[in-house]
RNA sequence: GGGCGCGUGGCCUAGCCAGGAUAUGGCGGCAGCCUCCUAAGCUGCAAGUCAAGGGUUCGAAUCCCUUCGCGCUCGCCA
């Protein structure tokens, strides 16, 4: 068991016993203190009224019948609290030991048995990413990492919007115009090139009326299910979705399976889908457009009205997500939707209607606002976008400056390689630090930080361990908790000794945001013992000092990964 | 207008779900630190009506109500 946890369980029936010791049996709160008075703190406000004592006395009665033995060093009682101390050669043995023989794993939870399918990302194929909606795929890569490492069985998808006018409108665009018609395009990359067509189509389109009906008789037969048309919009989208993928792949997010659409008209279970909600009882009708009553569903004002099919009997785009939830609900035991703040409405609404097809099941969304720029929303139309290949671009240029303002030594191919490891782990490390329902101003000088609370604030620190170890050479990996008693050594143990239980945290209620908080901390706490403490020069205490090194190393390693960062051994 | 979300020093942000002790960090500012393991670092200082008002409570950034500001949404679009 880890020693914090350890450390709580103890705390705990301490207490217990105490209060019963007092002849009472009462609830109580364990609280981890703001500030640093204590390791744990048990306010004993909440037990004046059953005990008829002042808060004060009761503290300092409980405090008297404590025993402090195990993992708890000490305990005294002011203001009404009792503020427990872990020991701390007890913290620093069994911390360092965990670290030392788990390796890799350590904060790594057992297998649950669990499948978790995790969708994210779904950008409609019908342009680059841009910063606006950058967050999903990086919120929904970081939440799997944390997943994986809480102990569930992960897959990632990504649901494919080939369906609809905008697609089919591009499909148009890319088979029926010429290249030499349509205006270069900014970047030699398949998601960059297919835009000028998409809007020399929209062009056409509006001045041509017989080019007009061909896209919406073409959208009619798609939607109708017919094969060819659904082959030919499935091609020019699976070109789309490469330029998509090659963007995805620099800031390292690969996602496990790519689920299309169309699927869900060509096989038929959108059509099962109408079937089967036709039968409900909540189910109207006006002009041949089927819809779902879902008042009774917690759904308020005149939201409430759920359309599933058109007055000619064609499915929507909900009817198909109805069918793709109905197919990942067969194929994991949870669903974690990763959608942007305009979907709310749409997840609360498909969440009723899979109720009334009964499905046991709900899909767990996660909500996060878009990204804007200082003057507004990001618009493609008004130009007034920042492409997430520009970000990265950029990111990794000043990264470069960087490397080599300060690293004359390094071949320009290594200076390059570090440049794209950093340049990237800011770019994912500024956007998943904050909360994702956080609305998020785009700033260059933000996004491009690479002091304090960024990502290679903490590369930095791993860097430097790394070079530590480096110029050790062999050592003796030995924990001897006498060997280890500075404060800076105890204050690093002592933050190291919480990553499970904040990958705990991160996995199981989705606050990811908490990774980057914790790596920060992290990361802190080794720059400091890296200031105070010397480590190679330091005699006998040589080994056990680059055996913490070497932990600390790991466990940072460790927390950039899940955060979907490379660590770099040198920068 | 209805619904949902957000509002914390000049700027960004943690804490809010499960109320508790002097509100967490960072950026920027100011003052220091490279004969020592990478200064993308370390140390110190200044800076806060936790949007406003009310309520619950021994105790509220945290829970409830009202107001204001901002975002999203209210399609037989996707």
Redesign the pocket.
Known sequence: MAVRTRFREEVESKVKEALSDMGCDVRF?I?V??????D??????????VLRQA?QAIAADLCKRIVCDGAVNSVED??????FHIDQDVLVRETLKDIVSAGPDYGKHPAKGVKVNVEHTSI?P?GPIHVGRARNPIIGDTLSRCLRRCGYDVETEYYV???????VLLTWGVRNIPASEVDPSDRDKNDHRLVPYYRKANSIMEEDEAVREEISSM?QRF?NGDQEVIAKVREVAEMMLEGLRETLDTIDVRLDRYTW?SQYIADGSARKVVDSLKESSYCG?????Y?LELKDFG?????T?F?F????G????????LAYHLDKFDRADRAVDVL???????S?QLTAALQILGSDKKPEAM?Y??V?LPE??MSTRRGTVVYLDDLIEEAVE??YE??R???EDLSEEEMRR??VI??VG?VRYNIV???P?????F?W??AL??????G??L???H??A???L???GDFERTVDEGLLTDDYERRLVSVLSMFPEVIR?CGE?K?I??LP?YG??L??A?????????????GDRRDS?LTL?DCARMVLKETLYTLGIIA????
Not at 33 to 38: Q, R
């Open positions: 709160d609280e203190p703001s500030t640093w008075v204590a744990l703190a048990v306010p004993c406000f909440t037990l004046a009224k808060p002011v203001n009404g609290y009792l503020n409609n019908t919007n080939d369906v609809g006018k905008q697609v959208l939607e659409e009708d006006s002009d041949g457009a819809h759904i308020h004002g005149k939201n009205r359309t099919t058109r007055g000619d064609t499915t929507l785009y909900t009817t198909r997500d942007g703040e305009d979907q709310k409405l749409g609360q909500f606002s878009f804007a507004g929303k000043r990264a960087e490397v303002s300060r690293r570090i440049a950093t340049g800011a630090r904050v909360q329902e956080k609305k998020m101003v700033r000088e933000d930080n690479f002091d304090g609370n960024s290679p604030f590369q930095y620190s860097a430097r790394c070079s530590i480096r110029k050790a945290d209620n606050r945001h908490m908080s920060h901390e990361a802190s080794f720059n400091q013992f890296y200031a105070a403490v010397p480590v190679l020069n330091s000092r090194v770099p051994e040198e920068m």
